[in-house]
């Protein structure tokens, strides 16, 4: 049965956008990345590797949760608990064929993460207690991680001791900032799942570490680069290559540790843009001088919550004009420079088409706090002209939502003329629904409550019909 088929068939999620393109490439990427799905995880892909990775699950898993996939992540997370050793270590890599057993201390958190993340699409306490005391030994087995640095200089005191990080990023003697922010993250999800059990005196451990995690990070950085940083290093170690655009995401994507207001990652996300970015206009040019295309998606989903939507588009341009294969919408996990061919890695890389589909589903929608944040990367043009977008059955936090979209709205130099409407059901966030303007109605009309603040779009839980009137001056 095709991914279509199923959909017609099972009432699962559906995605129906003015760009055909980003359309094609939603379904295309779900179909992959079940067919990823092997009896003992996830693989990154068909051809190079034969073994499961943490780190890869969890991207894939967080693509399969934001398409209903809850079964396929269940039986993810029961495997990689699974796999955990006695003194609290999750291994990141497992499988039959595991091609090295080197520390990556990523794994933790992930593993944490992608477990903290099932709850909140699903409200399965009951799982989640299951899984807690692995959970907590994974966070436990951290902190203890970040005591052996403690006695160190200012440069790595408080952060986890060297690792092969996520390989891409440098040498196994390097501190990576990477493994930093994914401990950090499994500090803070272990501290969601925590309070959620009622382990308080858990929570207060499981918070206290990401804080002072933290603020090691913080330190170390301002250690190396000086207390004005221009931007976060991949490493301690290593301040120069790309590997500071890639490892710097984990700090606000695909879990925020770091606030998005800090000047620090506008910086280096500047910075990260000039360099590696925008001199292949949105290609990401990495490790060997390859184009990685999974890792430009990362970065695309960074820019989006920095609300640098320019940058977004250009990498999202990039990505669908250099398929590996032109018209499969699938891509390798590295890209020969000249002449775009499958150079190195896995394909149809399983990262890659987790990556397509959790941005897409962000540039539409996403959870911020309580609330759903509407439309915050959705060019223009799909707003205008007769345009619509369809959303049916899209699982959130809140439950299931649609959206559907319809305008009569004409584009000219002067502005926008006509209407309108969004209509929103389903999902009900405990704060409502948020859209940031790109154009300021002249006329609002929707439910009881629905109302202009600051240039944002607000309407109640209780959702229902917004008109909006647009008229140019």
């Given amino acids: 049965m095709c991914i279509r088929d199923r959909e017609e068939a099972t009432g699962a999620p559906k995605v129906t956008l003015p760009d055909k393109s980003v359309e094609a490439g939603v379904t295309a990427s779900l179909g992959y990345l079940l067919l990823a799905l092997d009896p003992d995880g996830l693989h990154p892909g068909p051809l190079a590797h034969d073994a499961v990775w943490v780190r890869d699950t969890a991207y894939a898993g967080l693509a399969l949760l934001q398409f209903g996939h ?8 029961d495997a990689t608990i699974a796999s955990q050793e006695p003194g609290g270590r999750i291994p990141p890599i497992r499988g039959k064929n595991t091609p090295w057993q080197e520390d990556e201390w990523d794994s933790q958190g992930q593993a944490i993460f992608l477990a903290s993340i099932y709850y909140r699409f699903t409200g399965d306490k009951t799982q989640l207690r299951q899984w807690y005391p692995a959970l907590r030994a994974a966070a436990l087995f951290a902190s203890e991680l970040r005591a052996t640095t403690a006695a160190e200089s200012i440069t790595v005191r408080g952060l986890l001791p060297p690792s092969k990080s996520a390989e891409d990023l440098g040498p196994p003697e390097w501190h990576h900032y990477w493994d930093n922010f994914w401990v950090l993250a499994g500090f803070e999800h272990a501290t969601f799942i925590a309070a959620t059990l009622g382990e308080r005196d858990d929570a207060a451990w499981m918070q206290s570490e990401a804080d002072a995690l933290r603020d090691a990070i913080l330190g170390s950085v301002a250690a190396v680069m000086g207390p004005e940083s221009a931007y976060i290093p991949g490493a301690v170690e290593n301040t120069t290559d790309s590997a500071m655009a890639r490892g710097t995401v984990a700090a606000i994507w ?6 998005r207001d800090i000047e620090l990652l506008s910086r280096s996300f500047d910075t990260y843009h000039r360099l590696w970015l925008q001199p292949n206009n949105g290609g990401f040019r990495h490790l060997g001088g390859q184009f990685w295309p999974y890792g430009g998606l990362e970065l695309a989903h960074a820019y989006l919550r920095l609300g640098r939507t320019d940058v977004l588009h250009q990498i999202l ?12 919408f699938a891509w390798a996990e590295q890209i020969n420079p000249t002449n775009g061919s499958f150079s190195g890695g896995d394909m149809p890389h399983a990262w890659a088409s987790s990556n397509f589909i959790t941005l897409v589903r962000e540039m539409l929608f996403s959870e911020h706090g309580e609330a759903l944040k509407l439309l915050s990367g959705v060019p223009d043009w799909w ?9 049916e059955s899209m699982p959130t936090y809140f439950g299931n939502f649609n959206l559907h979209t319809e305008n009569t709205i004409t584009q000219s130099d002067s502005g926008w003329n006509g209407d309108l409407i969004i209509t929103l059901s389903g999902a009900a966030p405990p704060d409502g629904f948020r859209w940031k303007f790109p154009v300021t109605p002249t006329k609002l009309s929707g439910p009881p409550g629905t109302k202009v603040a600051d240039g944002w779009l607000i309407v109640p839980p209780e959702a229902g019909v917004v008109k909006l009137v ?4």
Avoid: A, C, K
């Fill in 70 to 77: 809850t079964e396929s992540v269940r039986t993810i997370i």
């Fill in 254 to 259: 695909p879990t925020e540790v770091f606030s």
């Fill in 317 to 328: 341009g990039w990505t669908l004009r250099h398929e590996t294969i032109p018209g499969t």
């Fill in 383 to 391: 707003l205008t002209d007769g345009r619509t977008i369809q959303l």
């Fill in 470 to 473: 647009f008229t140019s001056q």
